[in-house]
């Protein structure tokens, strides 16, 4: 019996990932209901099947073929480890993450490795897959915002600044991630511009979209959406060769530019739009931006250590920060770049510049290539773009990181197994030859590095998935023998044995 194609196996399960940590949620039943349960399933999903691909040998070589890609991994391999282990601090805490966040050594690692796996494995035929699974991603996210924006919701969320979280906790994310659906859903009517029911149903998901992004309160999801939106459509314009091309591409680039600079005078609250688009967390972003390069100068090559921004944050804040905001703390940089060049030095931030660049360079090699204009790749793209935008302004969340990650591993896997036919047919042949003995090793192999993979991350999710929920039961209990207990449990969270001796004191 012929066996499914291995790869493919492993693409595939990617997105399926990617689907179910974006939606893990468990509340009242852990005491953070929202990050836990995304990296519980992140691990417990993902090192099978790094086990699965390192076991299995056909898997295991292709990983070496992009040298690049290969060289970045354990490059950033290396500055995860030295982040980790080579710095001072709490290792849970490195290892597991901070409290609220858990993108710790682990998340990290596991984010790597869908990295490099798809980056070695997608292919162009993956991309109409990848639109479903996110689209179906995205539209229970969309419709679970409107549920809370109708006061439907059956859990009782605590959100001061707006009931739209959907399953990411925070109205921010949320927005974001509607924003790169509406992105998603702009390419998917473009490619069927002929279909009217796909067009007028994809113009009725953006405009209601918008709208969800308008109640939520946050701006957020408006940058993200339009930014890859006007993306695609400047790829549009480039490719269109008819009249008065050119004109069309410097009108729109202008535009575009003058917009652009406008819009960021606005966030600082200059020119016109300072009143519609200031809020005072813009300064207050300014305010963790300029710690983290403080931090960053104090240990340059290892940084403080992964995910303790908040540990060293009220000793390298500014001035203005403690005259202006002196009771508010932050556990992350509020820039992803800035958040990793903290917690993991200069070996941290050139990994992750390199993987931005290695996809930017893979985005503009299949679009200068490729004559004909393509609305899925180019709606990749453009996702990608605006999730990287998101990034310079906010906070890494699990459930919305991995799809950064996906993508951008989507994007530099189909442009490097861009072949010719020639090189497909010999592929093909040699591949014909081979088939029965893949398939016999695939079998043993494989089953034995998804075993392996089961049990690692079983000891090393399951142990933290438990002390977190026997927390939040012993915190309900009103027993202080059980609270005492339940906060030294290991793996240990020091935010928990401060939360247990606040509960005690009062």
Known sequence: MNLPDPKEIVARSILAIGTIVSLAIAPIFLLDPINVPKMTFLILFTLPLVSFVLFTSSLRRDLIKNSWVFYSFIFLMIALFSATFLTAGDNTQKIYGSFGRNTGLITYFCFAFIWIIGSTFYKSADTKIFYFIFMLTGGIAFIYGYVQTLGLDPVPWANPYSPIIGFLGNPNFQSSFIGLFLIASFAI?????RNKWIVASCLAIILLGFLQILISKSIQGIFVGLSGIAFVILIMVVKNRGPGHKVWLMIYASTLSILGVVSIAGSLNVGPLGHLVYQTSVRQRGYYWDAAIEMLKFRPLSGIGLDSYGDWYLFFRSNGAAKNSPNMGSSAAHNVFLDLASGGGLLLLIANLLITILTLKAIYKHIHQNAIFDPLFTGLSAIWVAFILQSMISINQIGLAIWGWIISGMIIGIEFNSK???????????????????????????????????????????????????????????????????????????????????????
């Open 420 to 506: 010719s036919k020639v090189e497909v047919a010999v592929n093909s042949f040699q591949l014909r030859n081979r088939n029965t003995n893949i398939q016999s090793k695939f079998q043993s192999r494989g089953v034995l590095g998804i075993t392996l993979g089961i049990t690692i991350a079983s000891l090393v999710a399951i142990p933290y998935f438990i002390a977190d929920r026997n927390y939040y039961v012993a915190s309900n209990s009103r027993d202080a023998g059980k609270l005492i207990q339940a906060a030294r449990a290991k793996p240990m969270v020091t935010d928990r044995a401060i939360m247990g001796a606040q509960l005690l004191a009062n």
């Open 189 to 193: 009517a473009l490619n069927f511009r």
